[in-house]
């Protein structure tokens, strides 16, 4: 395998007593983005992802945007420190019980201050309060967060499939 080869990760989880919490302070909170915004989804896409190669959706035009954010089984929540935007998540409900986090990410800014724990937290507990969830999973790479990975797995996700691109 070449040095240069991107590893994605997939992991889950089948039960919500398999969260393993990280509690902050008082000073984080999450809140879900209603009506959606497509701008806004835009924004935090290309701010978060500017670090981590994600490219994808950059060249979606505002009718793409629309059409991906104002969909049903969808939502982004927004996650604030001292009541400034901090990061996002999106979850998608899909079929047979399965919520997907399609997209988790800090701003530049606040990587490093211990965050990522409390909104993945934030995240896993909103995607078992949709009804009739049954698996809440997410997938990583090594383009993403050196301890992102780690991050996952000390919440309680357990890997299910590894690839090699």
Known sequence: MPDNAIKTF?????????????????????????PPDPDLNRQLYQQV??????TDRLTWDDHQWNEYVTRSSLNT?????RGERAGYFELESQHNGNVEIMYFGLLPEYI???LGGIMLTAAIESAWLNP???????HTCTNDHK????????????LFKTETE
């Open 112 to 114: 490093g201050l211990g």
């Open 49 to 54: 992802g500017s670090m981590w190669q994600w």
């Open 132 to 138: 009739g969830t049954r698996r809440v999973w997410v």
């Open 10 to 34: 997939h992991l889950e989880m089948l039960n919500r007593d398999d969260l393993i919490p990280k509690r902050g302070s008082l000073n984080f909170a999450t809140a879900v983005v209603n």
């Open 147 to 158: 301890h992102a990975l780690e991050n996952y797995l000390q919440r309680g996700f357990q």
């Open 77 to 81: 929540w927004v996650g604030y420190w």
